[in-house]
């Protein structure tokens, strides 16, 4: 029977992140994942991470995982993929099924990273092929470069729901509503923004009843819930659809916390079933610890920090790192992870309505149920009286509205002009003071996309308006198109004044818009004339 | 026309060499080591398999192997999950049918 010091069952984030720190402090690792390729979840984020630098904010998903791989290499830790594991035993035994066999390891301590499964609801015709969960049409278009359908309506307004929904119209994929039983978009207000200004129809309070199809789906219905989350008769609406996409939560995969006999707890707001865990990951059983997902649904970048806090755990349990040693690193890791637990969105909020932000300025419940900021809305979130704002010259307008854990656009700004402090969740602010150069770097690292550049002055009449864009095609300079607004709704002809592609940018290109100046704080997306956005 | 051409963040999608297969009998192409799920999917298949009590079509679930709503007979074996089984030259795909495969005529081919 082979040994080793750490064995690691998951090669997501987590898992990977705690065989790195683990193997660094001397220990010979194991990792055990089901699937042929390492790295989780992570190859099909594609888009740019939130929180600040220490946490590899404005990196997009899938670069981080080609760096946690690099890493796991360098460290010698050893990854066996097609390595299901199926059983745990007394004294850190595991039973792992790699091809055909089933082989014994043994190790002197385990962490469990097997991250999370997707939830899903039933409906009339939830079974027909065309109904897929949104980690399906993620794997598929991100992974493989298939579409998961041409016309897809998703269920589902977490971040994941927003994400996904998104990424379907990069993929060439038409959106054609988001649809949530609950009163309020569960996710970001800024991925949400970015849906909305294409024009897809957020749905609130909405589920969906039937999905239409006798082989596949080719159709579905939704109507309005009462407060019981009943449907309520005569309110239905129907699409014609050929996939619905399913983004209704995940639970945590922790099948082998409880067959080790690790006390369990069934918490809702960790997302169900898991394992009693010390902050850094230890569970009942003394040298068994758990990271990621599985000990409570959260994100890639906390399931980060939580690994790499658990493999610095066991180092110190087997003396492979001094508890002086782990103490202090302990200490530096846990700040990062509570800068990522605070705001609107931290774990212990969840589902909690918010009437204002930290600054005191009450939220746009536009955004929540509509998706996009209101007039009434940029009153007070642009002329805030901890900013100075400009209505002439070249200048940022930022349409970050809730309390997130994300700081990049401050540390983007070369010229000062943006300005969040300390805290991460707090707004950014304008400082005016500080004249900006238009240099568009802060277009790029807003991973919300909430950032454009706004100039009044650009010509007699007329105002540019510079707008964070991945789609293709790529607009080209000259071209005509329409101006939309934050609803999506059409407002003018726009033309293409400038189109910015840069390494720095990774991927986002910085299309100017030139639009009456009226429309200067409305306009803010292009379509262009011939074809839908990411058609 | 299911298949991303260029990618706005990623590029041209990586791809194996083409190569054939058959779908309950009819020629298809697809490119090797991607999942047989996806050629399939590339193909306009969406129905991979009937239930065996109430022969309901079933497809694509999740993709990560973890529903077994895809499974296939690849090769003569059944309950093979096409999203997670690379696709190689001339394997033999059957609709499944409960757990044999389903019968299809010669004329359908």
Known sequence: MKRYDLIVVGAGPAGLSAAIEAARCGMKVAVFDENAKPGGQLFKQIHKFFGSKEHQAKIRGYKIGETLLAEADESGVEVFLNA????????????????????????????IATGAAENMVTFDGWTLPGVIGAGAAQTMMNLYGIKPGQRVLMLGSGNVGLVVSFQLMQAGCEVVALVDAAPRIGGYGVHAAKIARSGVPFYLSHTITKADGTDCVTGVTIAEVDEAFTPIPGTEKHFDVDTICLAVGLSPMSQLLKMAGCNMVDDPRRGGQV????????????GLFAAGDVSGIEEASSAMIGGRMSGLAAAAYLGFLSEQDKDKRLADLEIALDSLHQGMFAPGSKGQAFAKTDEGIAVSQSLLKKGYLDDTDLERFFHRSDQ??????????????????????QDACTRGCIKIGKTITALPRIDAANSCTGCG?????????AIFLVDEDYAP?????????EFLPLPQKGQLGTALSRSGQPLSTAEIIDVRSAKAFDHTTL????????????ARFFKPATHAAGQ | M????????????????????????????????????????AAGVMTHRYTQKNHEPRGIFCAIGRCTDCVMIVDGVPNIRTCITPLVSGMQIQTQDGVTALEVSDETL
Not at chain 1, 441 to 449: D, F, M, V, W, Y
């Open chain 1, 275 to 286: 394992p009693l865990v010390s902050e850094n990951g230890q569970t009942s059983i003394p």
């Open chain 1, 388 to 409: 100075t704002d400009k209505k002439s010259g070249i200048h940022p307008v930022i349409e970050c509205t809730q309390n997130i854990p994300c700081n990049p656009c």
């Open chain 1, 461 to 469: 009449g007329y105002a540019s308006i510079t707008l964070p864009y």
């Open chain 1, 511 to 522: 299309v100017t818009i030139k639009v009456p100046v009226a429309q200067a704080m409305t």
């Open chain 1, 441 to 449: 770097l802060c277009i790029a690292s807003c991973s919300g996309q």
């Open chain 2, 2 to 41: 299911n298949r991303i051409n260029e990618h706005p963040i990623l590029g041209e999608p990586e791809k194996g060499q083409l190569v054939s297969f058959y779908m309950d009998g009819k020629p298809m192409e697809g490119y090797a080591g991607e999942p047989i799920a996806v050629a399939l999917k």
């Open chain 1, 84 to 111: 299901t594991v199926a059983g745990i035993y007394l004294d850190k035994e595991v039973l792992v099924q790699i091809g055909e066999a089933m082989t014994h390891f043994k190790a002197d301590t385990i962490i």
